[in-house]
T-cell receptor, first 115, second 114 residues
Framework: AQTVTQSQPEMSVQEAETVTLSCTYD???????LFWYKQPPSRQMILVIR??????QNATENRFSVNFQKAAKSFSLKISDSQLGDTAMYFC????????????FGAGTRLTVKP | DTGVSQNPRHKITKRGQNVTFRCDPI?????LYWYRQTLGQGPEFLTY????????KSRLLSDRFSAERPKGSFSTLEIQRTEQGDSAMYLC????????????FGPGTRLTVT
């Protein structure tokens, strides 16, 4: 079974600075998908960034980028120029390319951006 | 289309009662998922529909839980004889029929069993 581990239950960062959230996973699959989802307080989860395991290039979306280390099974999220609106729970998720697309989530990291 | 919607947003019930939640997915999405999220944890997969067919159920989905998706549109999740351990956020998500496709989540229904 695939497991996803987020070892940082809580983190904080000053506004405008950079923060990195870590995620490791365990799988025997060679091809899969990785996601970072953001869940703001009392609001629904939204996708931050997506990475396909067969792609070497790290995904980027504006201020958000990932450091995908396939051999190490590591998938960290870097948030640059942190904004107050980035305050949220961040979940790392693993999806294997089966027909059902079911995802396995980590326990999450609560990020607080301080003014 | 405004995204995935779920009703009710909050439900308080007494132990032993039955509850039903509804999820309306994004209209062109033929895949629909239910997850359960307890405090301090990430969502856990419960079940999945492709159109009206329920194709997979997690071991977390006991016999007291049943889900339907008539006509492949909205879905309902019913919990019979609720227990305090059922207290959680129940999330619905939908996606297109593509491998590795993004799942779009609804706001969730928070269930409290007293």
């Amino acid at each position: 079974a695939q497991t996803v581990t987020q070892s940082q239950p809580e983190m904080s960062v000053q506004e405008a600075e950079t923060v990195t959230l870590s995620c490791t996973y365990d799988t025997s699959e060679s091809n899969y998908y990785l996601f970072w989802y953001k869940q703001p307080p009392s609001r629904q989860m939204i996708l931050v960034i997506r990475q396909e395991a067969y792609k070497q290039q790290n995904a980027t979306e504006n201020r958000f980028s990932v450091n995908f280390q396939k051999a190490a099974k590591s998938f960290s999220l870097k948030i640059s120029d942190s904004q107050l609106g980035d305050t949220a729970m961040y979940f790392c998720a693993f999806m294997k390319p089966s027909n059902n697309n079911d995802m396995r989530f980590g326990a999450g990291t609560r990020l607080t951006v301080k003014p | 289309d405004t995204g995935v919607s779920q009703n009710p947003r909050h439900k308080i019930t007494k132990r032993g009662q039955n509850v039903t939640f509804r999820c309306d997915p994004i209209s062109e999405h033929n895949r629909l998922y239910w997850y359960r999220q307890t405090l301090g944890q990430g969502p856990e997969f419960l079940t999945y529909f492709q159109n009206e067919a329920q194709l997979e159920k997690s071991r977390l989905l006991s016999d007291r839980f049943s889900a339907e998706r008539p006509k492949g549109s909205f879905s309902t999740l019913e919990i019979q004889r609720t227990e305090q351990g059922d207290s959680a956020m129940y999330l619905c998500a939908s996606s297109l029929d593509t491998r590795g496709g993004e799942q779009y989540f609804g706001p969730g229904t928070r269930l409290t069993v007293t």
